[in-house]
């Protein structure tokens, strides 16, 4: 073998070597994170008959005590929230909803950071850098989900995780099957319907539309009537409704993927 050859093969072989190791620390590094969510989830959301279980052990009310009870104003919420938000604030103050799609991987906590609304695209919630991030809004939306528009964002991960597995929603089965879509906060259970899932350009949505203003909504909505997407027709949706937009990427730098629903319930 030539001079000049060994050359570029030791570093052709040097470049390879790199990249292998590149992508072998890239890989075990989202791992790693993906499995503190997953330890999070264990710790900070109770198990089904968990939940069951502590809500049938409750002290039943002395029935005089039940009736006097009655008489006195309801209480602002009348959800039972299965998420200890005490446990998941200990570990950081910027989460302050949980995300659940029944039937799907996404089952989140959710955070806004005070600071900088880029920090959670590239750090998870326990603050390390690098993928999958995290599911987060941006300071423009409150943290009650009153707005009539809520810009969630998450990474679309190749494994289906966070956000990857959205666009499973292009399909009218699926979207039916899994229509549901709940927000927890400490204070309150959102429940919505998935009504559409559109591919939109790049625009950043709450810079272009007013998120309390419903003429501007009404706007938004009607931006998507041409576009490629799957839509639930039985689903009337107007600039009156308060909406969630889950936005993720789709390979194209120019174009948003869009997650949409409506609220139908709140306790």
Same mark, same amino acid.
């Given at each position: 073998? =030539?001079?000049?050859?060994?050359?570029? #093969?030791?570093?052709?072989?040097?470049?390879?070597?790199? &990249?292998?190791?590149?992508?072998?620390?890239?890989?075990?590094?989202?791992?790693?994170?993906?499995? &503190?969510?997953? =330890?999070?989830?264990?710790?900070?959301?109770?198990?089904?008959?968990?939940?069951?279980?502590? %809500?049938?052990?409750?002290?039943?009310?002395?029935?005089?005590?039940?009736?006097?009870?009655?008489?006195?104003?309801?209480?602002?919420?009348?959800?039972?929230?299965?998420?200890?938000?005490?446990?998941? %604030?200990? =570990?950081?103050?910027?989460?302050?909803?949980?995300?659940?799609?029944?039937?799907?991987?996404?089952?989140?906590?959710?955070? %806004?950071?005070?600071? !900088?609304?880029?920090?959670?695209?590239?750090?998870?919630? +326990?603050?390390?850098?690098?993928?999958?991030?995290?599911?987060?809004? +941006?300071?423009?939306?409150?943290?009650?989900?009153? !707005?009539?528009?809520?810009?969630?964002?998450?990474?679309?991960?190749?494994?289906?995780?966070?956000?990857?597995?959205?666009?499973?929603?292009?399909?009218? &089965?699926?979207?039916?099957?899994?229509?549901?879509?709940?927000?927890?906060?400490?204070?309150?259970?959102?429940?919505?319907?998935?009504?559409?899932?559109?591919?939109? !350009?790049?625009?950043?949505?709450?810079?272009?539309?007013?998120?309390? !203003?419903?003429?501007?909504?009404?706007?938004?909505?009607?931006?998507?009537?041409?576009?490629?997407?799957?839509?639930?027709? +039985?689903? %009337?949706?107007?600039?009156?409704?308060?909406?969630?937009?889950?936005?993720?990427?789709?390979?194209?730098?120019?174009?948003? #993927?869009?997650? +949409?629903?409506?609220?139908?319930?709140? =306790?």
């Amino acid at each position: 073998m =030539k001079k000049r050859d060994k050359i570029i #093969f030791f570093v052709s072989m040097a470049v390879f070597l790199g &990249a292998a190791a590149f992508g072998i620390t890239y890989y075990v590094s989202v791992k790693q994170n993906e499995k &503190a969510y997953e =330890k999070l989830s264990e710790e900070a959301v109770k198990e089904e008959t968990q939940f069951v279980k502590e %809500q049938k052990e409750e002290p039943q009310p002395d029935p005089v005590e039940e009736i006097e009870e009655k008489s006195e104003p309801e209480s602002e919420s009348t959800a039972d929230i299965p998420v200890d938000f005490v446990a998941l %604030q200990t =570990k950081n103050p910027d989460i302050y909803g949980w995300i659940r799609i029944p039937g799907t991987q996404v089952d989140y906590p959710v955070v %806004q950071s005070g600071t !900088d609304d880029g920090y959670y695209l590239n750090h998870t919630v +326990e603050g390390a850098e690098g993928l999958p991030g995290s599911i987060y809004t +941006e300071n423009l939306n409150r943290k009650d989900f009153t !707005d009539g528009l809520t810009v969630i964002y998450g990474h679309n991960m190749r494994d289906g995780s966070m956000f990857g597995g959205l666009d499973a929603y292009t399909d009218k &089965a699926y979207m039916k099957e899994h229509s549901q879509l709940i927000i927890y906060t400490p204070e309150h259970q959102y429940t919505y319907r998935v009504f559409a899932a559109v591919t939109y !350009d790049n625009r950043h949505i709450l810079h272009s539309y007013d998120c309390n !203003d419903k003429i501007q909504i009404q706007s938004f909505l009607d931006s998507q009537d041409r576009l490629s997407g799957c839509r639930n027709e +039985e689903v %009337q949706v107007t600039g009156e409704d308060r909406i969630i937009i889950l936005s993720t990427c789709n390979g194209n730098n120019d174009q948003r #993927f869009l997650v +949409e629903a409506v609220l139908t319930d709140e =306790k």
